[in-house]
């Protein structure tokens, strides 16, 4: 669990069980599924997958999850189906913990799509977000394009909250994202 009020300790990640999946820490084995992710068009662009990755750059991703936890930068899951095979990525960044908001991201490798994985990981993670006393909120960012995205965040019971404009910068360009708000409050 995090605890803002000991900055030099590293935070642990837990092992999250879900009905059909888990999250787990990123391990060497799963560089196939970073490898997977670095060719997809869009999902270099908008994370730290590196576009086009080979074996030591997808371990050199891996390595950088662990290391975001030593840092206090948040938890990076892998998504892991039943099988234990990664199929994906889920973060809850600590950026604005003082001030009792986090924020989430997630990709899935595109084999691994439209099969509700993302809604269940998603699922996961807040309910144990919900958990940690120093959040009040949780947040989302979504381009208005991405509508499997955006319905993903609905259905795990985020609301809109608006339209950012030129909010990120995604491949050089000011991109708007509509943003998604959980309150922890409401699940707790």
Known sequence: MSRPDQPDVP?????????????RAFQSDDVDAIRDAGRD???PLMTTV?????????????????????????????????DDVAIGQIGLWLRDERHGRASIGYWLRPSARGRG?????????RDW?????????LELYVEPWNE???????????????????????????RDMYMYSLLTATRR
């Open 148 to 174: 499997a995205s955006w319905r993903t965040a609905e259905r795990a019971g985020f609301v809109r909250e608006g339209l950012m404009r030129s909010w990120q910068i995604v491949d050089g360009t000011p």
């Open 50 to 82: 590196p576009a086009g990755a080979d074996e030591e750059q997808a371990l050199a991703f891996i390595r950088r999850q662990h290391d975001r936890l030593r840092q206090r930068a948040g938890y990076s899951f892998a998504i892991a189906d039943a």
């Open 117 to 125: 994985h993302a809604a269940a990981a998603l699922a996961v993670l």
């Open 41 to 43: 068009p869009l999902i």
């Open 129 to 137: 977000a919900c958990t940690l006393p120093q959040l009040n909120r």
């Open 11 to 23: 935070l642990i990640l837990p092992r999250l069980e879900g009905a059909a999946l888990s999250l």
